[in-house]
T-cell receptor, first 114, second 112 residues
Framework: EADIYQTPRYLVIGTGKKITLECSQTMGHDKMYWYQQDPGMELHLIHYSYGVNSTEKGDLSSESTVSRIRTEHFPLTLESARPSHTSQYLC?????????????FGSGTRLTVV | GQQLNQSPQSMFIQEGEDVSMNCTSSSIFNTWLWYKQDPGEGPVLLIALYKAGELTSNGRLTAQFGITRKDSFLNISASIPSDVGIYFCAGRNSGGYNKLIFGAGTRLAVHP
């Protein structure tokens, strides 16, 4: 059973609103990641963190921002949502001490901007 | 950057058929992993491979780490409707800070 939680599962919001997608993990993993995925399509890394106060941009440019103030929490924020931000956002985590176990993914947040 | 070429992009098969998909890379990887994503969910790890030539099974699933360390395949035997989903390969090399490189996915549809 996954110990990484994303809220909300679904969000429909108007253009221009500020939103924060929450991601928390209870496994004590040091590394966390955000992926953007259009339905049925590839996973695109947009942000990652190697530990507290460490954040990096991923391979796909994104207007979102992230923060990592606590090990277990890695929220993603969009200051002004646009229809082009409509997508599924997946959070994942991994542990440097358990490299061979790969990533654990959350169930995702399906965002629709109208 | 590094890329994984995953094929086929999609498959539509009859229940009971065997399925095979693979990933190739121009770079050497130390670890290969296979994930499955059910519709509306996040990917879940199916099989992890740690050694060149390794063959690992998980129920009806079998995966192999290619001897050149540049490829991996996943086989599903006797497919059932719940095998529907997207299958992603992922690889990691020694310099990747634990960062995985994902393939583009194989979309599997199973007709009863």
């Amino acid at each position: 059973e996954a110990d990484i939680y994303q809220t909300p599962r679904y969000l429909v919001i108007g253009t221009g609103k500020k939103i924060t997608l929450e991601c928390s993990q209870t496994m004590g993993h040091d590394k966390m990641y955000w992926y953007q995925q259009d339905p049925g399509m590839e996973l695109h890394l947009i942000h990652y963190s190697y530990g507290v106060n460490s954040t990096e941009k991923g391979d796909l440019s994104s207007e979102s921002t992230v923060s990592r103030i606590r090990t277990e929490h890695f929220p993603l924020t969009l200051e002004s949502a646009r229809p082009s931000h409509t997508s599924q956002y997946l959070c994942a985590s991994s542990d440097t001490g358990q490299v061979l176990k790969g990533y654990t993914f959350g169930s995702g947040t399906r965002l629709t901007v109208v | 950057g590094q890329q994984l070429n995953q094929s086929p992009q999609s498959m539509f098969i009859q229940e009971g058929e065997d399925v095979s998909m693979n990933c190739t890379s121009s770079s050497i990887f130390n670890t290969w992993l296979w994930y499955k994503q059910d519709p509306g969910e996040g990917p879940v790890l199916l099989i992890a491979l740690y050694k060149a030539g390794e063959l690992t099974s998980n129920g009806r699933l079998t995966a192999q780490f290619g001897i050149t360390r540049k490829d991996s395949f996943l086989n599903i035997s006797a497919s059932i409707p719940s095998d529907v989903g997207i299958y992603f390969c992922a690889g990691r090399n020694s310099g990747g800070y634990n960062k995985l490189i994902f393939g583009a996915g194989t979309r599997l549809a199973v007709h009863p």
